[in-house]
């Protein structure tokens, strides 16, 4: 640690404003600061203390998705060597290490892309580069079909960064959650890569003979393809789906690796958990209503299961909690998160064309989080008001 | 009256080449963006809604600002639209007879015209006030404006969405194909229309930093 501290001492002075490299200086000072806390104090300005800095905040966030993404790598391969129909003769470290070698690329495509961008806006518009890439470019391959081509994601990281944050003034300042901006870009430009029964398995479109009884297909597109009136035999127990070995984008399908890193998000406090409890809480309750109802098979899914299927637990978790772009006051939050897991079961269900809704839910309550939070704000001045005037009676 | 002033005098350029760039309808006054999101998929229907617009626009500019001292004021509105409703499907039927494929490409968005707000803002801020020759070139310009902010975005959502130029399949002749490139879908869709305007508007006003607003 001293060696790297006294090289960036040395190297310091090269990058000061007016020095040889001085264009390069926000990109010296990421690189020292994502090495060492800043010794900086802050000039002017309201500013809070804690004790630990954006760095650090997002690193945590990171290691939270570690175990949905290390689960995500072995269920690649798991799935890809049970459509080979090759899955008993292989040990735990060749699956793991043929899904290893399939999602690494899309990670490190990922965050090449964002960090280029990001960089490049960073010297132009000469302030320091931001932290928040840092959880975009990991959650980016954890939505993604493990078969999605490399160029692709390269586009839709560059998308999100460009249009999602830069236009709005960079991280921070954006209103819409940038992995979804990526996800949904891709969703609507690609859509024979992003839906259907091929692309959740890895290889699965150009295997000519798949092994018997194998299906690709999401449990949610097992439902929306169904012909009406008929309930499809769905191949996984509800502890398959909690467990997470079933087809989907790469790191939402387990719910368990999920929860370790809610556990870790609340524990340190860095993720609400009233957003999180809130979805779950919006989804149950849509699931309930819906069974209620209950004219065709998928209404008649039990309202927890939806909990477990597709990426509602990773969307509730790790996409409506980030601080951005969710809403700011404590009874927002509420709203907010309630709002996204019933729109989310409310499309997932009723809408033939998104066999998946948490996307577009989170999405959309992205743009009204600031209007609740209005009138949130609205609320407490006017509660706050009536209690003046009694006073004053 | 004695001292006439030349037709193409630097009063008069300006008119028409201001609407081109630092005063363009779409990107600076952002008026017209509905048609622009609309019939920008293909470069050939925008080329002629541009033209559409460009002579509605001149025309009724030219006939409203003849009769500029003889319109009540309070039925002024009424008059304007009379005019371009009139201008509108004489272009409408001139395109049904000559060029049926494309009008039946832009459908409803010839007639539409009408609604468009560049034509009645510049009737209402320019040839209520002005002579006809100024009043033909303030329209001239304005169209021309229109017409190449729609020509630049369907330029980009036909190459990218469609993969072709006119028509012309140039990825597919170039081999892209081949090698794993696809259409991006999204460029179909209106969204991209939008945010292909924005992003022109964005590169126009990091070149000209006048027309940042500061508020």
Partial sequence: MKGLRKLLDSAKPNFEKGAKFGKLHSLFDALETLAFVPNRVTKSGAHI???????????????????????????VG???????????????????????????????????????????????????????????????????????????????????????????????????????????????????????????????????????????????????????????????????????????????????????????????GIGSWKIIVSVFGGGLLMGYILNLFAVNPYMQVDAWEHLLLGGFAFGAVFMATDPVSATQTERGKWIY????????????????????????????????????????????????????????? | MSDREPLFSSKNLKLLKDPLGADNPITVQVLGICSALAVTVKLEPSIVMALSVTIVLAASNVVISLMRHYIPPRIRIIVQLTVIATMVILVDQFLKAYAYDVSKQLSVFVGLIITNCIIMGRLEAFALGNKPWPSFLDGIGNGAGYGIILIIVAFFRELLGSGTIFGFPLFEKIGLYKIGYENNGLMILPPMALITVGIIIWVQRSRNKDLIETH
Wanted: charge should be negative; proline fraction near 6%; aromatic fraction near 12%.
């Fill in chain 1, 337 to 393: 998160g309630f709002l996204i897991g019933l729109l989310a079961i409310l499309i997932r269900v009723l809408n033939p064309a998104y066999p998946e809704g948490v996307m577009l839910a989170i999405l959309l309550m992205n743009v009204f989080a600031p209007l609740i939070d209005h009138y949130v704000v609205e609320a407490n001045i006017k509660k706050r008001k009536k209690r003046l005037q009694a006073s004053n009676s």
């Fill in chain 1, 49 to 75: 203390r804690d004790a630990i800095d954006m760095k650090r905040t997002m690193i945590v966030v990171v290691l939270a998705m570690v175990p949905a993404l290390l689960f995500g790598m072995w269920n």
């Fill in chain 1, 78 to 268: 798991h799935f890809h060597f049970q459509a080979l129909g090759q899955l008993d003769q292989k040990t735990f470290w060749e699956i793991f290490w043929f899904g290893f070698l399939k999602v690494l690329p899309i990670i490190l495509v990922s965050y090449v892309t964002g960090l280029t961008i990001e960089i490049i806006f960073a010297q132009i518009r000469n302030h320091d580069v931001p932290e928040g890439f840092f959880v975009t470019g990991f959650l980016i391959p954890l939505i993604m079909p493990v078969d999605v081509p490399l160029w692709m994601v390269a586009i839709a990281t560059a998308f999100a960064v460009i249009i999602g944050v830069e236009v709005f003034g960079g991280a921070g300042m954006n209103i819409l959650n940038p992995a979804l901006t990526a996800r949904a870009f891709l969703f609507f430009s690609y859509p024979s890569w992003m839906s259907g029964d091929k692309v959740w398995v890895s290889g699965l479109s150009e295997m000519d003979k798949v092994a018997d009884g194998f299906t690709g297909e999401t449990i949610m597109g097992m439902y929306a393809q169904a012909p009406a009136g008929v309930t499809p035999s769905i191949p996984y127990s509800p502890l398959e789906m909690f467990l997470g070995t079933i087809p989907g984008s790469i790191g939402e399908t387990s719910t368990l690796a999920i929860l370790i890193g809610a556990a870790i998000l609340i524990w340190t």
